[in-house]
Nanobody
Framework: QVQLVESGGGLVHAGGSLRLSCVVS????????VGWYRQAPGQQREFVVR???????NYADSVKGRFTISRDNAENTAFLQMNSLKPEDTAVYYC?????WGQGTQVTVSS
C-alpha cells in the first residue's frame, strides 16, 4: 500500500519561508516522478512542480525562482522549499507520485 504523508505547513508572513516534507512508503521515489500540487479555497487543484526520476524539474511559472523541489532517496522523502512566500501561495499543498496522493498540508501566508 502506497502512502504519502505531508508535513511542514503553517502560517507565515509574506516574504517568509517554509519547507514542506512528503514521506513516501510503499513505492520508491528514486524510480518515480514526484510532484507538488496545491488547492486554494474555491479553486481547482493546480500544478506546482514536478521532479522526474531522472532529476529533471518542471515548475509552474508562478513559483519559478522561489520554490525548489528536492528528494532524499535514502529517506524516500520529497521536499518543497518555499521562499519569498506571497499571500496568493495560500493553499493546501499535496504531494503526488504516480496515482497516489497525500492528505495535504495547509500553507497560509498573511499579508
Amino acid at each position: 500500500q502506497v502512502q504519502l504523508v505531508e508535513s511542514g505547513g503553517g502560517l507565515v508572513h509574506a516574504g517568509g519561508s517554509l519547507r514542506l516534507s512528503c514521506v513516501v512508503s510503499g513505492i520508491s521515489i528514486r524510480f518515480n516522478d514526484v510532484g507538488w500540487y496545491r488547492q486554494a479555497p474555491g479553486q481547482q487543484r493546480e500544478f506546482v512542480v514536478r521532479l522526474t526520476s531522472f532529476g529533471n524539474t518542471n515548475y509552474a511559472d508562478s513559483v519559478k525562482g522561489r520554490f525548489t523541489i528536492s528528494r532524499d532517496n535514502a529517506e524516500n522523502t520529497a521536499f518543497l522549499q518555499m521562499n519569498s512566500l506571497k499571500p496568493e501561495d495560500t493553499a493546501v499543498y499535496y504531494c503526488n507520485t504516480r496515482e497516489n496522493w497525500g492528505q495535504g498540508t495547509q500553507v497560509t501566508v498573511s499579508s
